[in-house]
């Protein structure tokens, strides 16, 4: 009860209230839950899309290159096919079907055009046909070959690769006729090895001649055999023809350079000698030792080193390679030459190729394979798992106590007493707590005075009415006359208990708010003379002087605007209660005066009369509080004399207080606001005496 009214006494005053817990300084970020749940939530999220990016970028990076990977086998597969069409064939007419089955095959879209872009086939619909992309994917073209995608043509390290497709033999191909007669000579070598613990076969070049393959890795042991194929080497009628004819442009680009002529043979290689070198043993050197023609090796025989598996030898047109000087660079170029001009009337003309999807992109799109959605799902999984374990972390440690605070709420309405709940950090739960906790001991000392006001109240009221019901009881008893002293004592009981009623009542208005004032303009020395007359009396008989001096010359008064009647009200009490602690011989002075500031007036009521204690001046505006607790309380008044004083002060927008020096007496002084009007005087540098 005390706390509150002190917190209305600061409101009437126009005073701030006390800082309470929910205004203390603002949390730092880092003890703030909000800012906790928010790293949290950020962490959870940067996690997420950190894990999302990566599996995004892995998968989709390995899906690329697998794609790419798969893209550039399968666009290398049908240019080298379509190579060969043109090698093979001196036109495009017929390649429709090839280029069908090769669309069906890699599920891609396949189309062919001439240099200047007029279509000369296509596996797309006309009518479902788009337009086909700026840029070729290659061009085909069998004498100027695109090495990176026929890998066949790559001479070895250090050397030029063959721009000239092996394929496009042109005039070297030979008939059916030679080719059975080569045949026949081939097997009779390949007879002869194998009589000799060789093994071998024959395989057949693109021209149609047979070449022998040994199978083996000793080549020693062909060096001591007599097997000899001299008529498998010697150049047929038609190879005749086409190397004679390949001479002649040789030399004729090599005398157009100032540069001799020179004698080609069949595989390319040229000398001085005409005549053809015999290669069948490898033991039987040639008579000079003849330059090669680019990409062939020296003395290079029909039968072919030992290998793990035959192989394929290489075509009469083998892949140019640089020489060894200024003069072989001049022959080997001359020779290339030669052989793109000898080729052009017998391989198709050269044709861009295109290859895209059956949308029309050049990049095509791809599936998440088992692996990669298998990767997705757990990716997914170990992020949720994450988050829900983050997200119960937090919550359980945010749900705890708040629990405790709502177990001691209900605890709390069930009238249970309750334990203070534990304060585990200085964040935003845990000032919700110690504010909880200040608030549970504040209505429980409410609910002490509360009861302590009721036995109070109780004990009051049982002294006057135990008083009068003895006194009735005894007159009906026949035990006391009801004689004018009779009635006169039944009359100070109930005028007693009349007083105190009004008290309370008074006391319960002020703290509803319903104590009505009716202020007027007041002369303050007036109402304290007034007040003296009335207790006057009371004083004398108590020998106790009751003086009312003049205000002090520099402290003039200054005007004051109050309810008079609720004003003497308030003087009066602390005048009875002065006089009643004042022994005889004492006094009781009564003067007002202005503040040093001159915006208020005070009413100081001092005596000389026994003082009280420092320990008990604190309770003296309590209700039914006493200094003496063995006195009566008929000498000792209500106890609310002064909680009334108080009370009446703070409606005025005033405050009281009280000063004592054990021995001495004491000072009651009430502080109540001026009228603030151009005519208050200002007067002073300090308070009255008894200001505290």
């Known amino acids: 009860m005390r706390r509150r009214n002190e917190v209305r006494a600061r409101r009437g005053t126009g005073g701030a209230a006390p800082e309470s817990g929910a205004s203390r300084a603002r949390l730092p970020l880092r003890k703030s839950l909000f800012a906790r749940l928010l790293a949290v939530s950020a962490l959870v999220a940067a996690c997420s899309v950190a894990a999302t990016a990566w599996l995004a970028v892995q998968t989709t990076s390995g899906a690329i290159l697998k794609e790419q990977g798969q893209n550039l086998t399968a666009d290398a597969r049908i240019y080298h096919s379509l190579l060969g069409y043109a090698a093979a064939h001196p036109?495009?007419?017929?390649?429709?079907?090839?280029?069908?089955?090769?669309?069906?095959?890699?599920?891609?879209?396949?189309?062919?055009?001439?240099?200047?872009?007029?279509?000369?086939?296509?596996?797309?619909?006309?009518?479902?046909?788009?337009?086909?992309?700026?840029?070729?994917?290659?061009?085909?073209d069998p004498l100027s070959v695109d090495t990176a995608l026929a890998a066949e043509n790559a001479g070895p390290a250090g050397t030029p690769a063959d721009r000239v497709d092996p394929r496009a033999v042109g005039p070297f191909r030979l008939p059916a006729a030679e080719r059975t007669?080569?045949?026949?000579?081939?097997?009779?070598?390949?007879?002869?090895?194998?009589?000799?613990?060789?093994?071998?076969?024959?395989?057949?070049?693109?021209?149609?001649?047979?070449?022998?393959?040994?199978?083996?890795?000793?080549?020693?042991?062909?060096?001591?055999?007599?097997?000899?194929t001299e008529a498998l080497d010697a150049p047929t009628?038609?190879?005749?023809?086409?190397?004679?004819?390949?001479?002649?442009?040789?030399?004729?680009?090599?005398?157009?350079?100032?540069?001799?002529?020179?004698?080609?043979?069949?595989?390319?290689?040229?000398?001085?000698?005409?005549?053809?070198?015999?290669?069948?043993?490898?033991?039987?050197?040639?008579?000079?030792?003849p330059r090669t023609a680019p990409g062939t090796e020296p003395g290079a025989a029909p039968i072919a080193p030992p290998t793990e598996t035959p192989s394929v030898m290489p075509s009469p047109a083998p892949a140019p390679a640089v020489g060894t000087g200024e003069d072989d660079r001049a022959i080997a170029s001359c020779v290339g030459t030669a052989r793109r001009e000898q080729l052009s009337s017998y391989v198709a003309?050269?044709?861009?190729?295109?290859?895209?999807?059956?949308?029309?992109?050049?990049?095509?799109?791809?599936?998440?394979?088992?692996?990669?959605?298998?990767?997705?799902?757990?990716?997914?999984a170990l992020v949720l798992a994450l988050t829900v374990g983050a997200s119960v972390l937090v919550g359980a440690r945010l749900v705890r106590p708040l629990r405790a605070l709502t177990g001691a709420a209900q605890r709390m309405r069930d009238g249970e007493d309750t334990a203070p709940v534990r304060v585990a950090a200085d964040n935003e739960i845990g000032r919700l707590a110690a504010t909880f906790n200040d608030m549970s001991a504040h209505r429980a000392r409410l609910e002490s005075q509360r009861r302590a006001m009721v036995s109070d109240v109780a004990h009051e009221l049982r002294t006057p009415l135990s008083n009068i019901r003895g006194w009735l009881e005894a007159a009906q008893d026949g035990v006391a006359d009801p004689d004018?002293?009779?009635?006169?004592?039944?009359?100070?009981?109930?005028?007693?208990?009349?007083?105190?009623?009004?008290?309370?009542?008074?006391?319960?208005?002020?703290?509803?708010?319903?104590?009505?004032?009716?202020?007027?303009?007041?002369?303050?020395?007036?109402?304290?003379?007034?007040?003296a007359a009335a207790h006057q009396?009371?004083?004398e008989t108590a020998g106790v002087t009751l003086t009312v001096p003049p205000s002090p010359p520099d402290r003039p008064v200054p005007g004051l605007t109050a309810?008079?009647?609720?004003?003497?009200?308030?003087?009066?009490?602390?005048?009875?209660?002065?006089?009643?602690?004042?022994?005889?011989?004492?006094?009781?002075?009564?003067?007002?005066?202005?503040?040093?500031?001159?915006?208020?007036?005070?009413?100081?009521?001092?005596?000389?009369?026994?003082?009280i204690p420092a320990e008990d001046l604190v309770h003296v505006f309590d209700r039914f509080w006493r200094g003496e607790k063995s006195r009566s309380?008929?000498?000792?008044?209500?106890?609310?004399?002064?909680?009334?004083?108080?009370?009446?002060?703070?409606?005025?927008g005033g405050t009281a207080t009280a000063a004592s020096v054990p021995g001495e007496g004491s000072v009651f002084t009430l502080r109540l606001p001026a009228d603030r009007s151009k005519d208050a005087p200002v007067a002073g540098s300090a308070d009255g005496p008894g200001q505290p």
């Not at 005398?255 to 033991?283: C, F, M, Y």
């Not at 602390?574 to 009643?580: C, Y």
């Open 91 to 140: 036109t495009w007419d017929g390649v429709d079907e090839t280029v069908r089955d090769l669309a069906e095959q890699s599920g891609r879209r396949i189309a062919l055009t001439t240099e200047q872009r007029t279509p000369l086939a296509d596996s797309a619909a006309p009518e479902k046909a788009a337009a086909l992309p700026a840029q070729a994917s290659a061009i085909v």
């Open 181 to 228: 007669a080569l045949r026949q000579i081939a097997d009779r070598g390949v007879a002869c090895l194998s009589e000799a613990g060789i093994a071998s076969d024959v395989v057949r070049t693109e021209s149609g001649r047979p070449v022998i393959q040994v199978v083996g890795n000793d080549p020693e042991r062909i060096q001591g055999t007599r097997c000899t």
């Open 237 to 289: 009628a038609t190879e005749k023809r086409a190397l004679k004819a390949l001479n002649q442009l040789a030399d004729a680009c090599l005398k157009r350079q100032d540069r001799s002529g020179v004698h080609l043979k069949l595989d390319l290689s040229w000398g001085q000698s005409a005549e053809p070198v015999p290669t069948a043993v490898p033991t039987m050197p040639p008579t000079e030792a």
């Open 349 to 380: 003309s050269p044709a861009l190729l295109f290859i895209s999807d059956t949308g029309g992109t050049t990049v095509p799109g791809f599936d998440l394979s088992p692996a990669n959605t298998a990767r997705i799902a757990g990716a997914a």
């Open 484 to 531: 004018p002293a009779f009635i006169a004592s039944l009359h100070e009981e109930a005028v007693q208990l009349q007083h105190i009623i009004d008290d309370l009542q008074d006391l319960a208005q002020a703290d509803a708010g319903a104590l009505r004032l009716h202020a007027e303009p007041v002369r303050i020395e007036e109402l304290l003379g007034q007040v």
């Open 537 to 539: 009396a009371r004083a």
């Open 563 to 611: 309810d008079p009647v609720r004003l003497r009200q308030a003087i009066g009490n602390l005048v009875s209660n002065a006089v009643r602690h004042t022994p005889a011989g004492g006094r009781v002075t009564l003067r007002a005066y202005g503040s040093a500031s001159g915006d208020a007036v005070l009413v100081d009521v001092s005596d000389t009369g026994t003082g």
């Open 633 to 652: 309380r008929r000498t000792g008044g209500s106890g609310l004399g002064l909680a009334i004083v108080r009370k009446l002060t703070e409606a005025h």
